[in-house]
């Protein structure tokens, strides 16, 4: 739900006048520097790229393919080995079961907070419900439940399923 939210407020904010002349201004900064070096910092989420400038100034960027997420999708086997380079004693000697691997969807429910004014409950609900303007998703999630086990899905992992067979690789 607070992707919605976000995208709108994208928008919004790259059509409007004052969206339009902050990103000329960043163009503006951008346009004809000379980059002299580029680093690289672990920012927990995401690999952050600085571009270090002629002028000793820095520009920092956060590119998608850097986000831990594409990381881990994108390069499971180098981190699989260097995780058996930092826990040796965990590297599993041959898989000695023959048990399938499967993949469990457990249904949670999840409270997500949103910040709006408005006059009363009712309409700050209607307002939310429409992502309206002033609506502003705070990024604050909660867990609330676990649904039932009747509930759940699962189906047995094809061959080449990196989900299950890092779960399988971790119990090991």
């Known amino acids: 739900m607070g992707d919605v939210c976000d995208t709108n407020d994208i928008e919004r ?3 409007s ?4 002349a ?3 201004e960043i163009r503006k900064m951008l346009l004809g520097r000379t980059i002299t070096d580029v680093t690289f910092s672990n920012e ?3 690999i952050a790229t600085t571009l270090h400038f002629d002028d000793g100034e820095n520009f920092v960027l956060f590119q998608p393919s850097l986000e831990v997420e594409a990381i881990r999708e994108q390069f499971e086997d180098v981190l699989e080995q260097e995780y058996y380079e930092d ?3 965990r590297k599993p000697e041959g898989d000695e079961t023959m048990d399938k691997n499967y993949n469990v969807g457990v249904r949670e429910v999840h409270v997500r907070m949103y910040s709006v004014k408005a006059p009363d409950e009712e309409r700050a609900k209607e307002l939310v419900r429409q ?3 002033g609506v502003v998703d705070t990024g604050q999630e909660e867990y609330s439940h676990e649904l ?5 899905s699962v189906e047995e992992a094809k061959h080449g399923d990196k989900q ?4 399988a690789n971790q119990e090991t």
């Open 13 to 15: 904010f790259l059509r």
């Open 17 to 20: 006048q004052k969206g339009q």
């Open 22 to 24: 902050h990103l000329e």
């Open 44 to 46: 927990v989420h995401v």
């Open 87 to 89: 826990y040796p004693e």
């Open 131 to 133: 992502r309206g303007v």
């Open 148 to 152: 039932g086990s009747d509930t759940w």
């Open 164 to 167: 299950a067979e890092h779960t």
